[in-house]
């Protein structure tokens, strides 16, 4: 039986994790030691090393990391772009495996995942570090920091597991920073979930190697996808990223055939023309389908990007009705709280199968994952 979140708790929720970067109380916090160059046999011991997934081995005790697209290549006691990843004499090493600097209980709603358990609860962690440098990055003071700079605990795969079930959680969520940087954390907690009754699920830039995409989507029940834009420009300049492997995961994951949802901050004047959204969204409908849920949600001023207003309404309703005309059926508008366009319609008969408002579920009319009205199934992960 699905265990959805009532109004008092998601309340609750919302008043204590409007920060990012909140923890669950009662959780002891360790400061970090601070790394330099290669670690002492004491320094290894005591944060835990844990060897990669995904790196080759190279002449002169170098590696070549091969967990994302930047490939990068890394000489002894030095570290990848992410700045989590260190080589120690030829050996490559995650430095934040069970060292998450973030944990919220969140609704599911918030990834923001809308066709997946809705109403339930997302027990959701993040480590230092980041693939990309994104200029509008909400979660920056994480995202863009290395693991020495940050507060953290240890907490092991299982004692993630036992937390979530203890908070009712139905799904962990690697979220917040970028969980392809903390793959091998991520990874060892979806493979438990084949023992539990709780789902995980990554919240990805989706800037990740086909390889190690692969192996982690036999044990996730879901990805949702941070789309930045559909220009390189935009991927280069205010990313420090590229388009086309993103392209290529989101491919890949519909070969695959896991559930999997998209989120576009739309940034004014970066990534908000109608020709941009025209070609994104029949690219989206020409690849992925016409049945992928697409998040258009409002950006607001941060990190580097400070200069630019709020995305104006009009701009998010522009996008959706884009989406909606080049044939996709679950174009959202996000950011917006009581804003229609949170609503999950049938297809069909347009009947509001999902009413929301911000992250909380309002009215629930699916029976079985179809349309209480006219019986028209609507895709997604309802039970």
């Excluded at 309340?11 to 790394?35: D, E, H, I, Q, V």
């Excluded at 090393?49 to 002449?59: A, T, V, W």
């Excluded at 959204?277 to 029949?282: A, C, D, I, Q, R």
């Amino acid at each position: 039986m699905t265990n959805r979140i009532s109004r008092r708790r998601f309340l609750k929720s919302t008043l204590a994790g409007g920060c990012a970067f909140c923890f669950l109380s009662g959780l002891p916090l360790a400061t970090r030691p601070s790394y330099a160059g290669i670690f002492s046999d004491d320094k290894k011991k005591e944060i835990k090393l844990r060897e990669c997934m995904f790196y080759d081995k190279k002449p002169e005790m170098k590696i070549e990391c091969q967990i994302c697209p930047r490939k990068c290549a890394v000489a002894d006691a030095e570290r990848g772009y992410c700045g989590v990843r260190e080589n120690l004499k030829g050996t490559y090493y995650t430095l934040v495996h069970s060292y998450p600097c973030s944990i919220h209980t969140d609704p599911i709603e918030k990834k923001p995942l809308f066709h997946f358990l809705p109403g339930t609860l997302a027990y959701s962690l993040a480590t230092a570090g980041c693939n990309i440098e994104c200029k509008f990055c909400q979660n920056w003071e994480i995202a863009q920091f290395r693991p020495e700079q940050v507060e953290s605990i240890y907490l092991p795969p299982s004692e993630v597991h036992k937390n979530a079930k203890a908070e009712g959680a139905l799904t962990i969520a690697g979220t917040y920073s970028e969980p392809t940087i903390f793959y091998e954390y991520l990874y060892d907690i979806a493979k438990l979930s084949q023992k539990t009754d709780i789902r995980t699920v990554m919240i990805s830039n989706g800037f990740i190697q086909e390889k190690p995409l692969r192996e982690i989507t036999k044990y996730l029940a879901a990805i949702k996808i941070d789309f930045k834009g559909f220009t390189g420009k935009f991927y280069k300049e205010i990313c420090s990223g590229e388009l086309r492997p993103v392209l290529e995961t989101l491919v890949r994951l519909k070969k695959i055939g896991i559930w999997t949802e998209i989120v576009v901050l739309i940034i004014p004047t970066l990534n908000d023309s109608e020709k941009e959204f025209k070609n994104m969204t029949k690219w989206i409908v020409a690849n992925l389908g016409k049945d992928v849920p697409v998040h258009f949600t409002r950006f607001h001023p941060t990190y580097k990007i400070k200069n630019l207003p709020p995305t104006p309404v009009a701009t998010l309703e522009m996008a959706r009705e884009i989406a909606q005309t080049s044939g996709i059926n679950f174009a959202y508008v996000g950011n917006v709280p009581g804003h229609p366009g949170e609503n999950t319609y049938c297809p069909k008969c347009k009947t509001t199968v999902i009413d929301r408002v911000g992250f909380y579920i309002r009215e629930n009319n699916l029976k079985a994952g179809k349309c209480s009205k006219c019986g028209n199934k609507i895709p997604g992960v309802w039970s």
